[in-house]
């Protein structure tokens, strides 16, 4: 059983979050930036023709697989968190949100990836020559997912020309990408095919963040979800499904994640006593959060929220 009542005393009481867009009273040193919510298709999602696509291409309305950007404003350095098949909107969105010009062909100063699957590495590729060319880019990554990286095309040609740098952290272990920012992976249980799975926490010179767009279910591992929320004060979390009955034709053993409802239950305390800390993203593009402003209504009034492209938190 969760002692999940220790979340409580475990996420911070200070608040981190500034809406997209709004100017805090004190300069921050360091700015972490959502720049995409969904799972890895984002929304509209290829091959989909529901509703929920159809409107979506309709309007226009466009939501990037799930992504962070930090910049720390002491020396100008941007962090891509997560390198997904959207990769040039995102990375253009971060220089907007950071107000960074001019960038070239150094567009990040560094690349940090959870593991894998499609929508959290695919844009790794856009770094090589044909591409940007990028000259010895620092990318943060397990040892296994650096194994995956240089053993297989078209990664390992990143590798061999020196268009990308393999960092590789040691699990559990804080890392600096630069100083004054710091780094721990944990690893969560997902399906593991080419590499392992990491949640991370990012801490500044103010506040820490917890990222874990992926995770099978909480209670696989014995006391994760106390060691992931140790000390974070925003914790951005796996809401791939709602309750399950939105992609009825899928068998959801195949890509087990957390269901929405099950989190909330869970988390149910900590959320009252931390209202709008704890904010899904990683969201299918079937979740009914996504379309439904009732239901997210709802998720709201439970003291969860619903992460928004733009929105940022002081580091």
Request: overall charge negative; proline content about 6%; hydrophobic content about 45%.
């Amino acid at each position: 059983m969760l002692r999940v009542w220790i979340l409580l005393a475990l996420l911070h009481a200070g608040c981190a979050l500034s809406p997209s867009g709004a100017s805090p009273a004190a300069a921050p040193v360091c700015e972490l930036f959502v720049l995409g919510i969904a799972q890895d298709g984002g929304l509209p999602h290829l091959g989909c023709d529901r509703p929920c696509c159809a409107t979506a291409r309709a309007t226009g309305r466009v939501l990037y697989p799930s992504c962070l950007g930090v910049l720390d404003h002491r020396n100008g350095k941007l962090l891509l968190v997560e390198a997904t098949p959207r990769i040039e909107d995102q990375v253009a969105m971060l220089h907007r949100l950071a107000a960074v010009e001019g960038r070239g062909r150094q567009p990040v100063d560094a690349v940090l990836l959870t593991h894998a699957h499609i929508g959290h590495y695919l844009g790794l590729a856009m770094f090589g020559r044909e591409v940007v060319g990028s000259n010895h880019l620092p990318v943060h990554c397990s040892p296994r997912f650096a194994a995956f990286l240089r053993g297989h095309g078209p990664w390992r040609q990143l590798v061999e020309l020196g268009q990308i740098d393999l960092h590789e952290f040691q699990v559990g272990e804080v890392f600096s990408p630069w100083a004054g920012l710091t780094v721990q992976a944990f690893a969560v249980p997902h399906r593991d095919e080419f590499s392992d799975t990491m949640a991370f926490v990012l801490r500044g010179p103010e506040h820490a963040v917890l990222f874990v767009p992926d995770v099978d279910a909480w209670d696989r591992a014995p006391g994760l979800l106390e060691k992931l929320f140790a000390g974070v004060d925003v914790a951005y979390i796996d809401g791939t499904f709602f309750d399950g009955s939105e992609l009825p034709e899928r068998d959801l053993a195949e890509i087990r994640h957390p269901l929405m409802t099950a989190t909330m239950q869970l988390l149910a305390e900590t959320a009252r006593q931390r209202p709008g800390a704890i904010r899904f993203l990683h969201l299918n593009h079937t979740n009914p959060v996504l379309h439904d402003k009732a239901l997210r209504e709802r998720v709201v009034a439970a003291g969860f929220a619903v992460a928004e492209q733009g929105e940022r938190v002081r580091l």
